[in-house]
Each structure stands twice: as structure tokens, then as C-alpha cells.
């Protein structure tokens, strides 16, 4: 949780049990050069700490996770991302949005990606059931497993 | 971050919940349940699922949030096999071990988590003096990482550690286990504390204004 990698090919990057975080996967298809980013929250302002560790928030996480990818070589404008995740677990009825942090969680992710400029090609989000997903940098395939709702490759 | 009396105050404010807790259980199952000195755990995110098997393990879940005076959440998590067992004792009927749980199956579960869940909040509440309010239960069958995640990714804003009151309960003759979890906001710590007179310092609450 709250940690982002990058890596080449061969490699591949995996992360366990996503509930309402999100998986944030960035592809740099011509370096082979891949990103994953597991983020908890949607927003860094919120922070009661100023130190706080940027692989956390969706505002923030996005941003170290691509300076990682271009130390690897690759490229900003030729990234895509895939995203995972987001889902909301438990249905209780709240007077405030807590519940709902899922959601708000892939809607900061889809924001940033947006101002950055790039391109979501493909997602698996919301619903109420846990993911594990690994990114495979050789090709940029996504493979998202869930109990009781299959497999598949984004 | 919290002294000795801090946390042995908080250490006993679990134990009050869990033993009222624990009869309930015990009442409800027509078992002996033994519960272990409830734990309370300051640490980093990733090893919370560590303690009921790993991110992956499945798990049965079942969530109340608590409002009132204080707020936070409880969380009961059952290890996948005592999830079966427990059912096949509240329903008195034996089942396959397979993968989904029936309709009927479920509410029994969540019924535990209600009659667990609110003994322990009227017991934390006898003793605060505190009024608490616990919302209907609401479950969950899935990895376990993705059922701790929630609650405690709110503590996100405040640091890289969660803090939660972890109190292990075992049904004596097949030891089924189940962990309960009662992860306080934030806010509602410090509160807790004043409520049974422990005069605390503020630590870790700056500027939040209770947004989450």
C-alpha cells in the first residue's frame, strides 16, 4: 500500500489485495519501461502531515511514479495507463463520503491522468470485490484476479 | 507516540468491549470462548493484513462503523474455514466447504457481527459515558487486504501507521478464531482517552478540521 515501482522488461510488477485503493499501471510500450503505482487516497491536500510520502495520494503519486519510469528511459508522451481497483467493499449508508473513497479514489487518478495528458486505455474499477494485479512490462498486459469474479487481462 | 498509560488505558477500554463481547459470543454459540489480551497495534499498513493470514488470505468481513460522541469502525474478520464453522453452528446444519455463502448463511454472520459489535460498543459506552451509536452490520467474503484497506486507509492523512485495538477470540472445542478490530478516527483517540481521564497531550491532530 501507498507504493510505487517501476520497471523493464522482463519484469513484471505485482500488488496484492487492492480494495478501495487504486492500481495505477503506466506503459511506455517502445522502452518496454512499466510503472505501478498503488494509491490509497485521492488528495494530497488533505494531508495533516506536510512530510507525507507521495506514493499515497492520487495527485501526487502519479508524478514521482513517471520521474522513476523516464530515470528507466522512457518517455512521457508516449505513456498510457491502465487502472485497477477502486471498489467499495462494504454498503453502509454514512452521513459523510467515507464509504464512498473507492470512487473518489478513481476519480482523482482519472483527473490527474487527464492534466497529464495521458491516456487511459483500459480500466477495472469499482464493484465490491478485491483485485490483485500484475503488470507485465514485456508487453503491457494487465492481469487482474479476483475470488468469485475471474480473471482477465486488460 | 502514546505513553504506558496511554496505552494500558486504551489497552483496558478493549478489554472491557471484548469481555462483554466474548459472553455474548459465548451466549450466542452455546460455546466456551476465550479471548486473548486485546493488542494494540501502531503499525505500518501492509503488516495489519499480515496479522489474519496475508493480503490475499480469504477472509469473511464484516464492518460497522461506530458515530456518536466518537467515531470509527469495527471490523470482525474470519478466517475463511472458521467462517464455514461458524455457520454450520448458528444454523445448526452442516455445509460444503465451497467457495459462496447463501443468503441465509450470510445474515447469520452478520447477525454475529450485531450481537458482537454492539455488546462490545455497549460496554465501551457504560464505561466512557460516551453516547455511541454502531450501524448495521455489512459483510464481505474477499482477500483480506482488500477488506482491512478501508478502514484503515484513512489514516492515510495522518501518517504511514494505523492504529487499531486487535482482540483475537477462540471458540473452545474446534478453535475457531475470529479478529476483532476496533479502529478509532483519528480524532476520536484523543477523545477516548479524556472520556476515562487520561489527560493526554495533543500528539498528531493538526489541521484537519474532521475532513476525511
Known sequence: ?????????????????????????????????????????????????????PGKFADTAIDVLIEEMLRLGASKNRMVSKIAGGAQMFQIKSENNIMQIGKRNVEAVRNKLNQLNIRIIAEDVEGNYGRTIEFFCEDGRLAVRTIGHGTRIL | MYSDLEMDALREIGNIGAGNAATALSMLLCKKITIKVPQIKIIPFDEVSQSVGGPEKLVAGIFMRISGDIEGNILIVIPEIDAYHLTEILLNAKRENGMDFSEMEKSALLELGNIVGSSYVTALSDFTKLSLKISVPSFAFDMAGAIISFPLSLYGYIGDTAFLIDTEFTEGLDGIRLHY??????????????????????????SRNGRI
Do not use: R, W
Open chain 2, 181 to 206: 478490530f476496533l479502529i478509532p478516527d483519528d480524532k476520536s483517540l484523543q477523545l477516548l482517552l479524556k472520556a476515562i481521564g487520561v489527560n493526554t497531550v495533543e500528539h498528531i491532530n493538526q
Open chain 1, 1 to 53: 500500500m501507498a507504493e510505487y515501482k517501476a520497471a523493464k522488461s522482463p519484469y513484471s510488477l505485482i500488488t496484492l489485495g487492492l480494495g478501495s485503493c487504486v492500481g495505477v499501471t503506466l506503459y511506455d510500450n517502445l522502452t518496454k519501461v512499466g510503472g505501478l503505482a498503488h494509491v490509497m487516497l485521492p488528495d494530497s491536500t488533505l494531508s495533516g502531515k506536510k512530510d507525507y510520502n
